[in-house]
DNA sequence: TTTT
DNA sequence: TTTT
């Protein structure tokens, strides 16, 4: 039995490019580097800011669609858990490290649907880019099917 | 394409047993009242509490098993999304219901991997009921393996 | 006691300006309107959206700057509260509201630290407007200071 | 400016009794160890647990109450956010270490409102310990008063 | 009523 | 290393 909830929102930036590797099984693995900044008053009443560098993982089909989509720089809301993690490096030493396994992504800001042109958005690309399309008709919020018109597994929003 | 972010995350207590129904396609639908009190003080410095009663409803699988387990008084953990509702009634006048789609749902509090026994967990059970045995010997974080070792949707926790 | 936990996090487009209201006491109250789109596939396979409009409030000094920053079309993250509200119509008639009382508030995208100009950022603004000038050296994240450095109250971020 | 939400969430119990610490001014500043364990299926479909374990710090008034009422096994709710931390040993290496840093926490499970009585709930404590007294009689969500009812920083809940 |  |  799962004992416990263990889970993270982020709302940041990329610090960089992600990098994406794959498992033998052929399952992607990105890994992406995302910055939340805080603010706070010190004792002297001046703003300090402080910046932390998550490390997050996308596996399989989400870490395809973040190897593609996202790119230094973009805001991106993750949601997902942390994982601590224990090995021992090659000079025998014992070490640590904290990754956000993520579940869940949307790319915030302008330009969300567009696949990325390359490294950190080069803007040498061609004028011609066809446009997103994605236009959409938004669905009036309306009365839910009476209950008798569920198929199974139609589960609602 | 998804835009949007819609999360909920409760911690409450049931206001009575959870009522199942199954959709003609066999889909269980559980809808329980869930209870979260908060507290503030007013500008004459008592403290005033205010409970909202949220109507939480589970599909599919998460359906049955909230049927099973939750009962009256239970605290549990609810993940889900908001969803207006708004409906014609049989008197012809509007009307509008909010409700939150679950879906993730912990039990807290002990005896959470336990079937409940009926309405309201009945007490004339039997006083000998073996202990919830919550004791649990955490497992220890170790090492992840390789990459290569992954398998294809091999997705680590 | 407080008892239970009762949370939302929104990530979404509002739909208009916000409206803002101030009480007898001076305390500003504003109102937005917020969207969160989601998708699922139906029963043939045919994608379907569904989108939710969320009336949001925020009072206080964070009602004043949500008034003041917000506008048509922007893309906000909240977090707060549901809150289920009845009243009594001048007919007569019960009805029923269902609030998000927000406590936290980001704008994101670009231009966010920017005060919007007016209804809907209207763009016959002239091209001058001064450079937003936020530029900030990132904090390195060092090692904490140790613990007898601390003042009274003075939490670490 | 803050960008970026940093925010975590967690229910878990805790592996021991808190640890409390005072600066010099005073604050007290409390650490914990708290388990969540997920579950998910392996590749040959047997049931894998893995535990992580989070290092908590409760700060000031906060960190009064942890250190109070917390105990080691006791389930609790804490919403935080994560700070990394990197700092140099006695030995010259460089270490870091993941922290939550907690900004509300909720006990869970009967007893919630109970002082501990010390180390881990010794059972020595007499049989004639009061009911916990959980009992509580939900306050009807009633029509909030018109908006110039309300006097300054009067924020309802 | 928003957004891509 | 990001962003405004």
Redesign the pocket.
Known sequence: MARGINKVILV?????DPETKYTQGGMAVTTV?L?T?SVRKDRDGNNQER?E?H?VKFFGKLGEIAGEYLR????VYVEGSIRYDKFTGQDGQERYMTEIIADEMQMLG?????PAGGPSERSERPASRPA?A?????T??SAPPPMDDFADDDIPF
């Open positions: 940041g930036n990329l610090g960089n580097s910055a900044t910046t560098w490390r230094k720089g973009r805001q302008s330009g969300e649907g567009r997103p994605q236009r959409r008709e938004p009036s919020s």
